[in-house]
């Protein structure tokens, strides 16, 4: 079970920061769409945040190792989030390390997830799972670093269901060392180039699919 | 610190009540007030009811989950122990 579950409407301004966490599950896990949600400075034995509805907010500085459930950080849902996940530490994850998936069509956009270091995801399984999995969705990835344990399949998995995710400066560590490789890129427009833009110079504007 | 024992839940009604150095073995504490603090205390099952809001929850031992059931805005949950498998829920 979850330590702290977050259930209902009209949940704003919840901020769940500095314990001290033993959780089968996650620490936070919300069916709500929470607005401004701070998770931040948690030390977790567990998984750090299951959501399905999520609208705007910080999952930062968390350090969590040896997590039973499918994602350290599983966000399941088809809306913009407005989340940042940073400067996460997750250590030995058994399913991803963060895991973007659709609930039913789409997925989570506007997911910024930076400058986590994700050490060996994947333990419960046999190369099925990676450091950071966007299945569905779209998100900016920069300055994480990732490593292979002895079971992770991928450092950086986009999937087909994944539409102008962007991922630039990450470290991701010796490709021989994942079951299958460092990175794997089925989704669309998937940018891991910065644009040198003459205008705009190495920063984005809009995807290349987007009217 | 208090021992409460038995079954059921105590709810707490009064807008900015204080709970403090309290542990609650077997029974739950229902927050049923905006305002209210709770510190230093051993908690089974926290439930924090739909509209009650600015809840501070500092400093516990939470051996069950802490359920917020709606609109609970400014809810603090800090520098607890939490432990949800290991009492209620």
Redesign the interface.
Known sequence: ?????????????????????????W?VETE?AVQNLVVSGNEILGAILYASAFVNGVVSGNTCRNSSVESAVFLEMDATCNLGIRSNLINAAAGHGIYLTAESDGGPTGVEISDNTILGAGTGGSFTFDDIFIEDGQAFLQGNRLRAGFLTRYGLNIGAGSDCTIAVGNDLGDPGDYGSDALNDAGASTQLNYPADPTYGDNFTTCPTSP | MALITGTGEIVIEGIESKVYDLEFDGVGLVINASAVDVENCILDDVTIT?GSQRTNIRGNR?N???????????????????????GG?
Do not use: R
């Open positions: 079970m979850s330590a702290v579950v977050i259930q209902g409407t009209g949940q704003a301004g919840i901020v769940v920061t500095g314990n001290q966490v033993n959780t089968a599950e620490a709500a | 739909s939470v069950a989950p802490i359920v917020l059931q709606s609109n609970n805005d400014h809810t603090l949950i800090v520098g607890n122990y939490l432990n949800p498998a290991s829920g």
